[in-house]
């Protein structure tokens, strides 16, 4: 005791040192050590890679003086967790009162399973008596599902550029597969994701180049390999953040059911011939072909649920699954034997979209949802702000209960590729769009702003109608389906007299969506009267164009002015002192006006190109794609059905469509290569 006496003041330092050092060290954020703030500003804390740890005062975060976007008051979340908005791999900010790593545990993991040209009826969870989906409807039996979801487009690269960006097609202008621009990076969901401590592996399909750019940090195989060879690379990323305790998310997009249908045998064995469904569209004497191909299909939907549940099985091994958000949906719908992918119509455009959340209970939902929505509820379900310039809507609300409200309707631009109806530039929104979709809880009504026939699928629109008739369409033509009764969309009701109100209102939608597209486009047409389209919702689809003296190549707004309906007149030229306008499947009209000689020295100088085309390509064939491209045939080859070689033909175009006549050939696959250095040799 005297010994302790004597010696007391030193213990009483030593003590005071100690818990000098306690708090010295509880005042330091350290990575991957949990620090712990109880007063005073927070800090970012950096584990240089010289080992030295440097540290940044930032803004103070406690109670009340959170900022709504990083504080969560949810039931499932401590009250009031604190989220800062840039933490990543290698930086770690420690809000006051929060402990890093808990808030790293609170934060869900994101599952996103992108099905790839799967028609929506062939999943079990959806009804369908035969098919083999048993991994995604355990899923789906525990989810909140909307079972009347719509994709942003019946393609699959605006639909992925919608979910990177939370931007519509009509916004982000990424509207078809092929062609056009590049995606902004800015704002992309994985990179807002990252900035905010998660960590990102994308699988499978990606179209925007370099995943890096967008935010991910992990880049597994691309779509030909991808769950196709094996899924070890997932896995392991499962693997890898588990054990850092780092919330994840996976962009898991293997290409399937999408062709080619090469399941192995083992897999194909497992699908009866006589478990296949033949729709009453199918033709007996196409009957056998259909099975075969469709077995194959439904094969290759057996590959991609058998992957999805060795996914599911390494977050259960690694106690991940709770914490994760597993969100599913479809890119683009495909089916044989309907009118389907690149159309309006459901099998394009339907697709289920579920959320299972651990702490939700499941439910089935018929209300509208759009995958634009998808990012902001997931920003929102993250506890991070979600941009402004995402157009999608969070329902995370809906999902917890707290509201019973959605979007009350989905609206959508329906478009060829960039080529189709001559458009100049490589990105032309409203010139590619060619109809209209709305759809409510109950109802849907289609526009078509664009006249449609099955020869224009050789131009960039490419409808899949495998064993149906093309739905050719006139411009003009309005579509209204009750989906509760006729989910195939066989009955119009556009002229039912009891609908006239619900027509109005679908069609009110669409007018305004139009207006907004074609107000938000670069490449609107200055002649084009896009108020006169806002206004009056009846002018739908039809171009208001101004009047003057006949011009070769312009459009005009009545017959008497040389009108041409729709985009791009395909043809036109002086004849008798007038000019004579031919649309496509329309009539002649010459105009009244006869052109001065300067309209006329501008107008009548054709502009030559030289086209290389495949062999055995009939020349009817090639005439008509030349002339639906904008150009018509000066010089032919001699002995065209015969000729097993090369044949090459002399086109002329309209001065200034050059660029676009090329892209159209080449789009075509009719021709080799396009040159206008190459010689015809022999001509008629």
């Known amino acids: 005791m005297n010994f302790l006496n004597k010696h007391r003041y030193t213990f009483y330092g030593l003590?005071?040192?100690?818990?000098?050092?306690?708090?010295?060290?509880?005042?330091?954020g350290v990575v991957n050590q949990n620090p712990y703030y109880t007063g005073g500003p927070y800090y970012s804390c950096v584990d240089g890679d010289n080992g030295v740890d440097e540290f940044t005062a930032s803004s103070a975060c406690s109670g009340d003086n959170c900022s709504e976007d990083r504080c969560e008051t949810d039931a499932r979340l401590r009250e009031a967790t604190c989220f800062q908005n840039a933490v990543n791999s290698v930086s770690i900010n420690c809000p006051l009162g929060c402990d890093a790593g808990a808030c790293r545990k609170e934060r869900p993991n994101f599952l996103v399973i992108i099905s790839d040209d799967h028609d929506y009826e062939l999943l079990g969870f959806?009804?369908?008596?035969?098919?083999?989906?048993?991994?995604?409807?355990?899923?789906?039996?525990?989810s909140v599902i909307f079972t009347n979801g719509t994709t942003a487009m019946s393609r699959c690269r605006p639909v992925l550029a919608s979910l990177l960006s939370g931007q519509d097609p009509s916004e982000n202008n990424i509207y078809y597969n092929m062609g056009g621009g590049s995606l902004s990076p800015v704002n992309a969901l994985p990179e807002i994701l990252r900035e905010n401590g998660y960590h990102n592996f994308v699988g499978g399909?990606?179209?925007?180049?370099?995943?890096?750019?967008?935010?991910?940090?992990?880049?597994?195989?691309?779509?030909?390999?991808?769950?196709?060879?094996?899924?070890?690379?997932?896995?392991?990323?499962?693997?890898?953040?588990?054990?850092?305790?780092?919330?994840?998310?996976?962009?898991?997009?293997p290409s399937l059911p999408h062709t080619p249908y090469n399941a192995s045998p083992d897999i194909l064995d497992q699908i009866k011939i006589e478990d296949v469904v033949v729709p009453s569209s199918i033709a007996p004497e196409d009957t056998e072909q259909f099975l075969t191909k469709e077995r194959a299909y439904y094969a290759n939907i057996l590959r991609l649920d058998n992957s999805i549940g060795e996914i599911i099985g390494k977050l259960q091994q690694t106690n991940e699954i709770d914490n994760t958000i597993i969100i599913f949906f479809i890119d683009n719908g495909q089916a044989h034997g309907y009118v389907a992918k690149g159309s309006p119509y459901e099998k394009g455009f339907k697709t289920p979209i579920f959320f299972k959340v651990n702490s939700l209970g499941p439910r089935v939902s018929l209300k509208p949802l759009s995958v634009v929505d998808l990012p902001s509820t997931i920003l929102d379900l993250a506890g991070i702000s979600i941009p402004s310039t995402y157009t999608g809507t969070s329902i995370k609300p809906y999902l917890e209960g707290y509201s019973q409200e959605t979007r009350p309707y989905v609206v959508e631009g329906v478009y060829a590729g960039s080529v189709w109806y001559g458009a100049i530039s490589g990105v032309n929104l409203p010139d590619d769009?060619?109809?209209?979709?709305?759809?409510?809880?109950?109802?849907?009504?289609?526009?078509?702003i664009k006249?449609?026939?099955?020869l224009d699928n050789l131009f960039g629109l490419v409808i899949s109608h495998e064993y149906v008739p093309f739905p050719a369409r006139d411009a003009g033509t309005e579509e209204l389906y009750d989906l509760?009764?006729?989910?195939?969309?066989?009955?119009?009701?556009?002229?039912?007299?009891?609908?006239?109100?619900?027509?109005?209102?679908?069609?009110?939608?669409?007018g305004s969506f139009l207006s907004r597209t074609l107000t938000n486009s670069d490449n609107n047409n200055d002649d084009e009267d896009t108020t006169g389209i806002a206004a009056g919702v009846g002018l739908l689809g039809k171009k208001i164009t101004t009047t003057s003296k006949c011009i070769y190549g312009k459009e005009y707004s009545s017959a008497a002015d040389c009108s041409c309906e729709g985009k791009f007149p395909r043809w036109s030229k002086f004849e008798s002192?007038?000019?004579?306008?031919?649309?496509?499947?329309?009539?002649?009209?010459?105009?009244?006006?006869?052109p001065t000689d300067t309209e006329k020295s501008a107008a009548v100088i054709p502009q030559e190109i030289r086209l290389s085309i495949r062999p055995n390509i009939p020349y009817t064939q090639a005439k008509t794609m030349i002339e639906r491209a904008g150009g018509k045939i000066r010089l032919q080859p001699c002995n065209w059905e015969t000729k097993t070689t090369f044949n090459y033909i002399?086109?002329?175009?309209?001065?200034?469509?050059?660029?676009?006549?090329?892209?159209?050939?080449?789009?075509?696959?009719?021709?080799?290569?396009?040159?206008?250095?190459?010689?015809?040799?022999?001509?008629?």
């Open 15 to 28: 003590a005071v040192l100690t818990l000098l050092f306690i708090w010295a060290s509880s005042s330091v």
């Open 126 to 142: 959806m009804g369908h008596p035969t098919i083999q989906t048993p991994n995604l409807d355990s899923l789906a039996n525990g």
């Open 205 to 253: 399909k990606f179209w925007e180049g370099n995943p890096t750019a967008f935010g991910f940090t992990d880049v597994g195989a691309g779509p030909s390999s991808f769950v196709r060879d094996g899924q070890d690379d997932v896995l392991s990323f499962i693997d890898e953040q588990s054990t850092l305790n780092n919330p994840f998310f996976i962009w898991y997009a």
């Open 433 to 448: 769009m060619y109809a209209i979709l709305v759809k409510d809880e109950r109802y849907k009504y289609i526009k078509y």
């Open 451 to 454: 006249a449609i026939q099955e």
């Open 484 to 510: 509760f009764t006729d989910p195939r969309e066989k009955v119009n009701l556009v002229s039912n007299p009891t609908l006239q109100a619900k027509l109005s209102e679908l069609r009110g939608y669409a």
């Open 577 to 594: 002192n007038a000019i004579s306008c031919t649309p496509d499947n329309k009539s002649t009209y010459i105009c009244k006006d006869v």
């Open 650 to 684: 002399l086109a002329e175009t309209i001065p200034g469509f050059e660029q676009s006549f090329i892209n159209s050939a080449k789009k075509s696959g009719l021709f080799r290569d396009v040159s206008r250095n190459q010689q015809v040799v022999c001509v008629f």
